[in-house]
């Protein structure tokens, strides 16, 4: 243990010379109990499990190997992937509230043909009473008439705030889902296969991101005449261009990994080496992109709307809704702010949302987040 | 002995040659204990270590990964990062490191103690000139200043043997061989005559013949400069090439220190034995570690890997392409280990990974397992491939992160279509059994085993679909010597058992010699030599091949001095240069330094 000198001879006769540990003529008290329990050497947790004994017959506890921790449970990965998800508490607490949001959306005033439980719709207009005022009321709980307000036209501010909800619902999620498909497919392709096929494919890419997106965004929306799907779909073609730089990024970088090369080597065919082998390995970055897409689209579409080539009145969306009362702000705050907290709530929940997909998608994530 | 802080195993001790009481030490570690505060918990990384260096002595500090070295080292530079809790005291120059201002710390950096890495692309700033970063340290230190700096860098590089220093001085890193470049880092280091030098792994990232050169090269510093040298590594070869003492470390503790004799020669400590008799000795040949190859080949056999007069050619955007592989010709017939053997560069990855069919041959014939793949379709390659094996260098880098062990193993078997659910679990459980894992791993990560286990797993895919030629890509190459020992084992168990040919590419030659038998010597795209394993190792005709065999070190000081005299001989026949610290008078060298220069 000691580099000072020895107290007796440096020479000492052969049978002072110390025995071999673990022979068990040391001479030596017995050593203490390790105390340090956390640390990766401590030999309780290392060397618990010691598989034969190594090349001389030396015994397997000066290995520097690693034991596998065989304590835990066994899991497939997909029981793996979800039991990581229903941990992360704070993607649970934002699941539960998006899900309530999209029920109470659609349910409320009902989709197209289908009946809602609310008795009152977003484009018939009424007497407006009490300059309007939201009628709901907390303690005692009471929802009143009009539990959100009147509009201008006496319209019930809570079926067109639910309506607006809808649209802004479907819009992001078709947009965030499409845009992402298209753009992850561009950048693998163009990632995995270079050559030609990169060059097309990014120069398509620079060709949609050199044009700004307010002005694709408003000819497409006047294409779209007004339709929420239409809309929804022409968004997507110009919003994966982010994505596919990125995706391609990952890409270059993973296709000159050796467990690409080792895959290939087996014969692995390229959509498989693409699918099974590359994909999963950037669903971090698809994922966060994809939820920071949806966010960026409920404010694309809202600004679309305000320029009035998104959603067209009577129809209505959250963003159409902010625009048209966002100077009511000082004098009717409750026009602003029921649809801007349901666009933040919206946005919140699906980026804890991504978080947690991300983290329980990733192997390496151990921790059960909190 | 005094009280210690142990709690793994017992120290053995032999105690001779330590540096005495009033005797003058450079550096000090002083029941040093470090731990990090992580996450997951304390790792108590460095358990009370105790440690000195006299000027002019070479003490060697001997591990595996995650043993403590690198990390001991550091508490003399004060460079670990902020996470981490450190004990004890390390003193350098008789300056307590503990006790220092930031400052003063700054101070002490380069001036009295300097630091070689591990690799001096990275160690070095791919921006700046080697004359900028030259003039650096020695400005910053107020050694020497504006032409006085820029003439001792040139005095400098030239010591440490690189020719025309004055115009590599306005060259960038990337201009120089990897050889030049870590000269260049030493030339760094002693720029402010340090009493003290810590060399972390310094030749690891190295070829062995430039290997042996940078380790000349450092002998001759600590001599001539009378400077103290820390070495750190892993390869016990070195050791036995430079040290004069070594503390053998575990698990954060020295398990056993003494004279490089002592150590090396007559082990006590069990860790010790075993880290030795893990180490493949050069001219040993067969039979080491328990390790068998099957003897007799079948003359007669088919060919598995027939090449005449290959060409592999890169192609370079506006340059003409570059020739990796340069008219090769050798054959593998079935049954049979060819080693490939080279230094970086040499073009045997190439070859392995056109093998593969990876890359296309740009001339030449290239016949695998009687079927010629320069010509072959991509429905024939993928026939082909399923007869084919492979297990790459880096055991982290080739299994998918996002696999679970049971399923890299059955890839192969899923690709071609072979088996159902239930046959390939039972395929993927007996691969499992034959590597030594348990069957648990299946469902596990690769993240979550160490990387002999992680290569284990490789050689276990490699070997699913039974194939009958195996190309093994520097397999043990990214491994410590003991899980190395045991991963060739299991390898040579493998071959002996399934019989496939292998063609085994590696740059360490005491491996190929335990398990080839027949070896190729490459270098630059060229075959130098080829033959009978037996043939090669003992009785080299080439130049090349004798330098190659001479520069591997042995774990044996008294025969490593011997093969570094004979090693010397053959270089002064061959009319090659020794590397040495051109330097007449250190007086003079000292006197060149400005009156200045920082004091505390």
New interface residues.
């Given amino acids: 243990?000691?580099?000072?000198?020895?107290t007796s001879g440096?020479?000492r006769p052969e049978q002072d010379?110390?025995e071999?540990?673990?022979s068990g003529r040391?001479g030596?008290s017995p050593?203490?109990?390790?105390?340090?329990k956390?640390?990766?050497?401590?030999?309780d947790t290392?060397d618990e499990v010691t598989?034969?004994t190594?090349?001389?017959g030396?015994?397997e506890?000066?290995?520097?190997?690693?034991n596998?921790?065989?304590t835990g449970k066994?899991?497939?990965?997909g029981q793996l992937v979800r039991r990581r998800f229903f941990r992360h508490r704070g993607a649970m607490v934002s699941l539960v509230a998006l899900l309530a949001i999209t029920v109470f959306a659609f349910t409320s005033i009902g989709y197209g043909v289908i009946p809602g439980w609310w008795g009152k719709n977003f484009w018939e207009g009424a007497l407006v009473e009490n300059m309007g005022r939201p009628t709901l009321q907390l303690w005692p709980f009471e929802a009143g008439e009009y539990p959100f307000g009147q509009d201008n036209a006496g319209k019930d501010y809570f079926a067109l705030t639910m309506r607006g909800t809808q649209r802004s619902l479907i819009v992001a999620f078709t947009v965030g889902i499409l845009s992402t498909i298209i753009g992850t497919l561009v950048g693998a392709l163009a990632g995995y296969y270079r050559g030609w096929v990169e060059a097309i494919l990014m120069r398509v890419t620079d060709l949609f991101i050199v044009i700004p997106l307010l002005v694709m965004a408003a000819v497409f929306g006047k294409m779209a005449g007004g339709g929420i799907w239409p809309l929804a779909f022409l968004l997507s073609v110009l919003t994966w261009t982010g994505l596919a730089r990125l995706v391609r990024g990952e890409v270059l970088s993973l296709r000159e990994?050796?467990?690409v090369?080792?895959?290939?080597?087996?014969?692995?065919?390229s959509s498989?080496i693409i699918f099974?082998?590359i994909l999963?390995?950037t669903?971090g970055t698809i994922i966060v992109s994809a939820t920071l897409a949806i966010a960026a689209t409920i404010l694309l579409e809202s600004a679309l709307s305000f320029l009035g080539w998104g959603v067209r009145p009577p129809d209505t969306s959250l963003g159409l809704l902010i625009s048209t009362y966002q100077n009511s702000f000082q004098t009717r705050p409750w026009l602003f702010w029921w649809p801007g907290m349901i666009i933040l709530a919206i946005a919140l929940s699906v980026n804890f949302l991504g978080d947690g997909l991300r983290d329980a998608f990733d192997?390496?994530q151990?921790?059960t987040a909190d | 002995?005094?009280t210690?802080t142990?709690?793994?195993?017992?120290?053995?001790?032999?105690?001779?040659g330590?540096?005495?009481?009033g005797e003058e030490v450079v550096l000090t570690?002083d029941d040093v204990d470090v731990r990090f505060k992580t996450?997951?918990?304390?790792?108590?990384?460095v358990?009370?270590v105790?440690?000195?260096v006299r000027p002019g002595e070479v003490v060697a500090l001997v591990g595996?990964?995650?043993?403590g070295k690198s990390v001991t080292s550091m508490t003399a530079m004060r460079l670990l990062p902020s996470n981490a809790t450190i004990g004890g005291a390390v003193n350098v120059a008789g300056r307590d490191v503990g006790q220092l201002s930031e400052r003063n710390m700054r101070r002490l950096r380069g001036n009295d103690v300097a630091m070689v890495f591990q690799e001096p692309m990275t160690a070095l700033n791919p921006v700046l000139t080697v004359g900028t970063q030259m003039v650096e340290s020695m400005e910053l230190h107020h050694v020497a200043r504006g032409q006085a700096a820029v003439d001792r860098a040139i005095e400098l590089l030239e010591m440490v043997g690189i020719p025309e220093p004055a115009k590599q001085m306005k060259k960038y890193p990337h201009e120089l061989s990897g050889g030049q470049r870590q000269r260049v880092v030493i030339a760094i280091a002693i720029s402010c005559d340090p009493k003290v030098i810590i060399a972390d792994e310094p030749t690891t990232a190295l070829d062995v013949t430039v290997q042996a050169d940078i380790l000349d090269l450092l002998r001759s510093l600590k001599d001539k400069l009378n400077t103290g040298i820390l070495l750190i590594t892993h390869n016990m070869g070195v050791v036995a090439d430079m040290a004069d003492r070594v503390?053998v470390m575990?698990?954060?503790e020295?398990v056993e220190?003494g004279t490089v004799e002592e150590v090396l020669l007559h082990p006590?400590?069990?860790?010790t034995?075993?880290l030795l008799?893990?180490v493949p000795k050069m001219g040993a040949g067969r039979g080491q570690?328990?390790i068998s190859v099957r003897e007799e080949v079948d003359h007669d056999a088919p060919l598995a890997i027939d090449l005449r007069n290959l060409v592999i050619e890169y192609q370079r955007m506006g340059k003409p392409p570059f020739r990796a592989v340069d008219d090769v010709s050798f054959q593998v017939r079935k049954g049979e280990i060819v080693g490939l053997v080279g230094e970086s560069g040499s073009g045997k990855s190439t070859i392995g990974?056109c093998a593969?069919?990876?890359i296309p041959a740009a001339s030449g014939e290239f016949r695998l397992l009687g079927e010629d793949i320069t010509t072959m379709n991509k429905r024939e390659?993928?026939?082909l491939?399923?007869r084919?094996?492979?297990v790459?260098?880096?055991p982290a880098?080739?299994?998918?992160?996002?696999?679970?062990i049971g399923?890299c193993i059955a890839?192969?078997l899923v690709?071609?279509k072979v088996g159902d659910r239930k046959t390939r679990q039972d395929k993927v459980y007996e691969l499992l059994d034959a590597v030594?894992?348990?069957r648990?791993?299946?469902?596990?990560?690769p993240?979550?085993?160490?990387?002999?286990?992680r290569q284990r797993i490789?050689v276990a895919?490699a070997l699913t679909?039974d194939p009958e030629l195996l190309?093994a890509d520097e397999p043990t190459s990214a491994l410590?010597v003991?899980?190395q020992?045991?991963v060739l084992?299991i390898f040579a168990e493998l071959q002996e058992q399934f019989g496939f040919a292998c063609l085994f590419i590696s740059h360490d030659l005491a491996v190929v010699d335990l398990l080839a038998h027949q070896v190729v010597v490459l270098q630059n795209g060229k075959v130098v030599e080829a033959g009978p394993r037996a043939q090669i190792m003992e009785h080299p005709q080439e130049e090349y091949t004798q330098r190659l065999i001479a520069a591997a070190p042995v774990p044996d000081p008294i025969e490593q001095a011997r093969r570094r005299r004979e090693r010397h001989e053959l270089l002064r026949e061959q009319g090659e240069e020794i590397a040495e610290l051109r330097l007449d008078d250190a007086q003079e060298f000292r006197a060149t330094i400005s009156d200045e220069k920082d004091q505390f």
Avoid at chain 2, 64 to 67: A, D, F, I, L, T
């Fill in positions: 243990m000691n580099d000072k000198p020895p440096g020479d010379r110390p071999v540990p673990g040391e030596l050593v203490p109990a390790p105390q340090d956390a640390a990766p050497q401590d030999p290392m598989d034969g190594s090349a001389d030396a015994p506890i000066y290995s520097v190997e690693k596998i921790d065989l066994s899991y497939s990965q990994r050796e467990f090369a080792a895959a290939e080597a087996i014969g692995t065919s498989r099974k082998h999963p390995n669903i192997p390496r151990n921790r | 002995m005094t210690t142990e709690n793994y195993g017992d120290q053995v001790f032999t105690g001779s330590t540096p005495g009481e570690f996450e997951f918990g304390s790792v108590h990384a358990k009370g105790d440690l000195r595996e990964s995650g043993s503390a575990f698990k954060g020295i220190r006590q400590h069990a860790y034995r075993m008799g893990s570690m328990g990974r593969l069919g990876l390659l993928k026939a491939r399923k084919i094996g492979v790459f260098q880096d880098a080739s299994l998918n992160p996002r696999l679970p399923e890839e192969p690709v071609h030594q894992l348990p648990e791993v299946f469902n596990r990560y993240h979550e085993v160490s990387g002999g286990q490789c895919r679909l190309v410590d003991s899980v020992a045991r084992k």
